[in-house]
């Protein structure tokens, strides 16, 4: 009885406070003229975003869907880069080379104690703007233009009948995953080695060739040719964005390299002296016994440090890169009413951390040991 | 039992110099391939920083040195920073005696051996702190910030040194002692024509942001880490939904919450300041994580401890007052001052809404005419880096030493 009392008084409370809050926001939004429905979604942004077709006309949402776009393109190249840069170093911080240790060593303890928000700031104002102005942009042999606006690399260009190209190679994909599995098989019946593997890229590089040469070289490689104030050719990204990404890439890495480090201490060191006394050489013992447990340990951690990566992203309004938050920023700051544009921002991001718990809760079930 | 034979002394493992080059450093090829490369980054880094070290024109950090730690407090009121400094150096030198003094008496009734502390212990785990002190005075005009902080030290040293004799009767008040010394600093701030915090700015304003964020979340945090482990249900969910919510949403967006929208959600005659706003938004914000660190200390506590709470009679309360939490939150300790460390790096994030902190002035004075357009961002940001390094560094080294002599992680 005094449990159902209990429970009714905590949802009463909750919803008296919701409805005061309520009761004020609408009062106050009227008092303001503002608008208190989502019709402030179709209104003009208001601003012109650089990169983009948004000019200051377009409607808030279209800036928004942009936003989403530039915030996914930091996570979508930044994901792989801190993977790998971490894992190096946590695996650098073992190594026995007394050298390579130290400096990894002294990365991590150096970059996770500095707020992220002073790396943006760093790599941005004392790193991308010291670069040289548009006009005496470095080009190295044509293959790079870097100057303190932007940079422009050299990238992969679509020509005539790339569709059909990408079609080839996803069949064979299809066809290097199916003969994979049927060598898989024939390894657990016979014990024949399978070289899954090397059958697989095998498959997929061989037919991309082949394809490649006959469909008269649909990919090709565009440079980047600065002409007059435009680059035309190549991927070209703004300062502002390379900045965030590799500042977050390095913040986030030494996380991942002292979650690495950690997982691999945390396997028991009797499986280190078992392998060593099989004669395993030290590539199979990695291979083979020490980092599938410690990949176990580390893949939830690590996936919740990409959620930071990605939670971290909306620094990059400090810098002007024209993610999420800032577009949301700006078009507060043009009279857009604040409590529907905070919204939908915390909104998005929850999607994505929720999507993100859902990937590791599945992951988690999956790693743990069968017992 | 004895040995029969003389006992063989293992091989030696200390390696002779030229061992340890060949051994650690050049012991196969690849390896000898990253020490010269890596040599050579190193090489070429050193004398980079070192050149920039010494042609840098530190005449910025001169000029607004007081921009920096205090950011706008008014050039006549300054002795208030000041007397603030010496009440906290009193009460964190005492609250430290004071622990120090109590664990020393405990392990005296126990029979163990107690290792004391010294000036150097001191001096090994304190370093970084006194570096950006010494780097903060080279900095400094007149003789008398020097000589007003080396006071400073030696007030807070002298209420160690005080506390660590303090009898066990007068030990039990020190901590209420302490706590009105902390008031009291706030209060030697604020009050009799003082500067509210509202005004606050620079270094001081982050500290001030990272406490008090940490105070008000705490009792938030707690809380909800309760009411995430009730046995009812609308509770447990109300909180666990708090909880993942605000966990889901960068602190970015918490502040921008605060800073255009927690106006309207209020009385619209009641108009918080924007650092009000923002200690709002950090308590909110903080208050989910801190839950989550306490929900890993309750996580700890055996059930047995409940169940026999529960067989000797005592009420739900009680038993959570008396018997779990006092377990739990000493479990905790070391996951909060990581907490701490990572609110401490968050408080710059107040510097994106305008907000005159830290690394908000770092950035701002490059923009005075004076230094416009020189590229001196390198040396106000390395200025910046230096000091929330050190404040981060030296509270997880003293988190990793918390949790070992707490044993944590080793049942």
């Known amino acids: ?371 | 039992m004895t040995a029969t034979t003389d006992t063989i002394k293992p091989p030696s493992t200390r390696l002779t110099p030229g061992e340890w080059v060949r051994k650690r450093l050049f012991n196969n090829w690849y390896n000898s391939l990253l020490t010269l490369v890596l040599g050579g980054v190193i090489a070429y880094t050193l004398v980079a920083v070192v050149r920039g070290l010494f042609t840098f024109d530190y005449k910025i950090l001169q000029d607004n040195l007081k921009l920096f730690i205090v950011g706008g407090f008014p050039g006549d009121q300054l002795w208030r920073p000041w007397v603030s400094g010496y009440l906290i150096a009193l009460a964190i030198g005492l609250a430290a005696g004071a622990a120090y003094g109590s664990a020393r008496e405990r392990a005296a009734q126990a029979g163990m051996y107690f290792r004391t502390t010294g000036l150097r212990d001191i001096l090994r785990r304190f370093w970084p702190f006194l570096m950006a002190l010494v780097v903060i005075l080279a900095l400094t005009r007149t003789p008398l910030p020097g000589l007003l902080t080396a006071g400073l030290l030696i007030v807070g040293y002298g209420a160690y040194m005080g506390g660590r004799i303090l009898p066990k009767g007068a030990r039990r008040w020190s901590g209420l002692l302490v706590v009105l010394l902390i008031i009291g600093a706030y209060m030697a701030l604020v009050s009799f024509g003082g500067v509210p915090y509202s005004a606050w700015g620079g270094l001081h304003l982050n500290v001030f942001l990272t406490v008090a964020g940490i105070a008000f979340a705490f009792p938030l945090g707690l809380l909800l880490a309760l009411g995430r482990r009730s046995t009812l249900p609308v509770i447990r969910w109300l909180s666990v939904t708090y909880i993942e919510v605000v966990r889901g949403i960068p602190l970015i967006a918490v502040l921008l919450f605060a800073y255009f929208a927690i106006g309207f959600l209020l009385p619209s005659d009641f108009r918080p300041s924007v650092v009000t706003r923002m200690l709002i938004a950090i308590t909110m914000f903080e208050g989910a994580y801190v839950a989550e660190v306490v929900r890993g200390g309750l996580a700890a506590v055996p059930r047995g401890q409940r169940e026999a709470a529960h067989a000797l009679g005592l009420p739900t309360w009680k038993t959570v007052r008396f018997i779990i939490l006092p377990q739990a939150l000493r479990a905790t300790i070391p996951a909060m001052v990581g907490q701490f460390i990572s609110l401490w790096k968050d408080t710059t994030l107040v510097a994106i809404l305008g907000v005159l902190d830290f690394l908000r002035v770092a950035f701002a004075v490059n923009t005075q005419s004076e230094f416009l357009g020189r590229g001196l961002f390198m040396l106000t940001l390395s200025f910046a880096a230096l000091i929330f390094w050190v404040g981060s560094y030296t509270m997880s080294r003293e988190a990793r030493r918390l949790e070992k002599r707490l044993g944590v992680g080793e049942r």
């Open chain 1, 1 to 371: 009885m005094l449990r159902v009392v209990v429970q009714l008084a905590a949802l009463g409370v909750t919803a008296l406070i919701l409805y005061v809050l309520w009761f004020n926001l609408t009062n106050n939004m009227r008092a303001a003229g503002l608008p208190t429905d989502f019709g402030a979604l179709d209104q003009p942004l208001g601003v012109d975003i650089p990169g983009s077709s948004i000019r200051p006309g377009a409607p808030v949402w279209r800036g928004i869907l942009v936003g989403i776009k530039n915030t996914l393109a930091l996570v979508v190249v930044g994901i792989p880069v801190l993977t790998v840069l971490g894992v190096v170093i946590g695996i650098g911080r073992l190594s026995t080379n007394w050298l390579v240790a130290k400096v990894c060593t002294l990365y991590v303890e150096i970059i996770r104690n500095l707020p992220p928000l002073l790396l943006i700031y760093f790599m941005f104002n004392a790193v991308f703007l010291q670069l040289p102005p548009l006009q005496e942009s470095i080009t190295a042999g044509g293959w790079l233009v870097i100057n303190n606006r932007f940079v422009a690399v050299t990238a992969f260009t679509h020509r005539e009948q790339y569709m059909m190209f990408w079609w080839v190679v996803a069949a064979a994909v299809v066809v290097g995953i199916i003969v994979a599995i049927v060598r898989t098989r024939r390894w657990h019946a016979t014990g024949e080695p399978h070289h899954r593997v090397l059958w697989f890229l095998g498959i997929v590089i061989g037919v991309a060739i082949v394809a490649w040469l006959l469909l008269d070289r649909p990919i090709g490689l565009s440079r980047p040719v600065l002409e007059g104030r435009v680059v035309t050719g190549g991927f070209m990204g703004f300062s502002a964005y390379f900045a965030v990404l590799i500042a977050l890439a390095m913040y986030t890495a030494s996380h991942v390299a002292e979650i690495t480090r950690g997982s691999i201490l945390a396997v028991p060191k009797g499986q280190t002296e078992a392998a060593n006394s099989l004669a395993l050489t030290t590539f199979q013992r990695l291979r083979y016994v020490t980092l599938p447990q410690a990949m176990r340990i580390a893949v939830p951690p690590i996936i919740s440090q990409y959620l930071n990566f990605t939670k971290n992203t909306s620094l990059a309004t400090a810098v002007g890169y024209a993610e999420l938050t800032r577009i949301t920023f700006q078009a507060i700051g043009n009279g857009r009413p604040a409590p529907q544009l905070v919204f939908v921002l915390a909104m998005a991001y929850l999607a994505f951390s929720l999507f993100i718990s859902l990937v590791v809760n599945i992951l988690n079930r999956r790693l743990q040991y069968v017992t």
